[in-house]
């Protein structure tokens, strides 16, 4: 069984469209992130949740909102959608003490066209 | 802010060879440091984190340093394999008790057979 689980794994749209990503974990964590990862393979935080409350909030646009409908999901939805927030999107999960060991999903590369 | 950056963005090694990739950081305040890899088409794994109060640890075939003279990070991997080739992010928990880390550029290693 996969341990994070992000789908769809590629996800091309037309600018201006509205698109999720979901992801789910079945290591019973209580915390989940999202990363973006550009072209240059920098990898940014976007969200953290913690138990389904949101802990970390980057400087991210309005038009990105998380939803933690229970501890093991964590679902990206982004509106709007433009050119610049094409990139790999990452979920991650991780114990609340175990920051520094996250587990990573395999990442959904999304086109903006 | 933090700041964590990778001195090579590429490194070639010979199979057998030890690798070491290099990191400087700028935070005094890190907690800890942490090492993820990252396969072409996958998410990061983390391999091996050391404290900011330890010198050196390590792991199988791993091993870190931290230098918090010069704020300076490397990972050596000895007889660097095939399956070790990957984009190597170093990444910081920015002090005690934050719960989010921030990655650094990346190198990618690449082993010849």
């Known amino acids: 069984d996969t341990a994070v689980s992000q789908t769809p794994k590629y996800l091309v749209t037309q600018m201006g469209n509205d698109k999720s990503i979901k992801c789910e974990q079945n290591?019973?964590?209580?915390?989940m992130y999202w990363y973006k990862q550009d072209s240059k393979k920098f990898l940014k935080i976007m969200f953290s949740?913690?138990?389904?409350?949101?802990?970390i909030n980057e400087t991210v646009p309005n038009r990105f909102s998380p939803k933690s409908p229970d501890k093991a999901h964590l679902n990206l939805h982004i509106n709007s959608l433009e050119l610049g927030d094409s990139a790999v999107y990452f979920c991650?999960?991780?114990?609340?003490?175990?920051?520094?060991?996250?587990?990573f999903g395999a990442g959904t590369r999304l086109s903006v066209l | 802010g933090e700041s964590v950056g990778l001195h090579l963005p590429t490194l070639s090694v010979q199979e057998g060879d030890n690798s070491i990739i290099n990191c400087a950081y700028s935070?005094?305040?890190?907690?800890?440091f942490i090492w993820y890899k990252q396969e072409s088409g996958k998410g990061p794994q983390f391999i091996i984190d050391?404290?900011?109060?330890?010198d050196k640890r390590q792991g199988q075939r791993v091993t870190v340093l931290l230098n918090k003279t010069v704020k300076h990070l490397s990972l050596q991997i000895a007889a660097t394999q095939p399956g070790d080739s990957a984009v190597y992010f170093c990444?910081?928990?920015?002090?005690?008790?934050?719960?989010?880390?921030?990655f650094g550029t990346g190198t990618r290693l690449t082993v010849i057979p």
């Open positions: 935070n005094s305040a890190s907690d800890y």
């Open positions: 290591l019973g964590h209580d915390t």
């Open positions: 990444a910081e928990i920015p002090s005690v008790g934050a719960n989010n880390l921030f």
């Open positions: 050391i404290r900011s109060n330890m």
């Open positions: 991650a999960s991780s114990q609340d003490s175990a920051v520094r060991l996250q587990y």
């Open positions: 949740y913690n138990n389904k409350e949101l802990i």
